[in-house]
Structure formats: C-alpha cells, structure tokens
C-alpha cells in the first residue's frame, strides 16, 4: 500500500514539473531587422560569412629602459593610445532578452558585455550595467559563445582589447625601441534571443 501511494506521488510530482517545462514559452531569435550598429553593421545583418572589425585607436610601444647602476637593462611596454575597443548594437525597442551568442572571427581578449534600457540622455553613459556571464574572458575559437543577459536591453555594449598586428612592427628612432600598432579583434555575427509571445 505504501509503495503504491509513493508510486502514486512521484507520478504527480514528475508529471506537474513536465507539464510546466511544456509550457514554458520556447525562444526565438530577433530578427536582423529589429537591430542596428552604427559603427559595425557587419554584426548584425544576419549574415555569418560578413566580419565587423572594432576600431582601435592606439599602438604598444616597446624600450629597453636605461638604468644607472649595475642593474640589467628591463623592457618597458607602453601603450599609448587606449588598448580598449567597443561598439554598440541598438534594438528598436526595450525587449526583454534571454540570452545573445556572439561568433567571433577572431580572439576576442577581455570581451565583457554591458546593457542599458534607456534612450540616450546626459547621464546614459552612467545607464549601463555589466552582464557578468563569462565577463572579462579571453573568447577564442569560431564556435558561438552564448552570453546570459535575462534583462531588458535597448543598447548592448561589446567591448574587447584590441590585438597586437605582429605584422606591421616598425622600429622606432631609438636602438631597441619597437611600435607595433593595435588592431580590432573581429566578431562575425551577435544574435538576440527572446521568449516567444503567445
């Protein structure tokens, strides 16, 4: 009787969780349309076979510090410029967001994420707060990487630093002293993912 009566209950209890997890709206994706960037385009125009590219402004500069004494020489690295990128992709409205993946094209260092509801103001810039799934990690490979938002967004901000272009070092006037520019890392497509309205 008592085995029958617990049968009983873990039937009810299996089968009301099921019934739930059935009919939890399913996700869909927001379409291309629904999202722009100004400064990269390339990032939300559906398409996986265009690259948007952040723009960097800045290059590394590397000496060879000259100290007095006995000591060794030490090797300075300097950037000058900001080794940080960003760019921001707008929706068309406040829509509650699930989760974005993000197929990179490049090794995305330091890529963290931050959203705001609200249109541009004065103090917007002060709007955004930080998303701190998998925030402030290197992202490598070309596989997508989803990223847990569970907000309203009207502006999303992807920032990385931007990556050493090893090919175009140039010496500078100094005998050891070398510059290597700065170049964005790049991002194939961002995809926004919301619950389905019934």
Known sequence: MKMRMFGVLLFVLFGLNGCALLQETPLVEIPASRLSCAQNPEMVDGDLLTVGTFASKGSIKKEFMVNFGYTP???QRRVIGS????TLIKLDAPTYIKYI???PASTLPNFALDTTA???SPRWMLSFTAVEDKRAQRV???LPVRFQIERKVLYLRLTANAL???DNVSHGNEVGELRIPLKGASIREVKFFERQSL
Request: proline share 0%.
């Open 73 to 75: 020489r030490q090797y």
């Open 83 to 86: 080794l940080k990128t960003e």
């Open 101 to 103: 993946e993000v197929y």
């Open 118 to 120: 609200e249109e541009k």
């Open 140 to 142: 490598e490979g070309t």
């Open 164 to 166: 050493e272009d090893i």
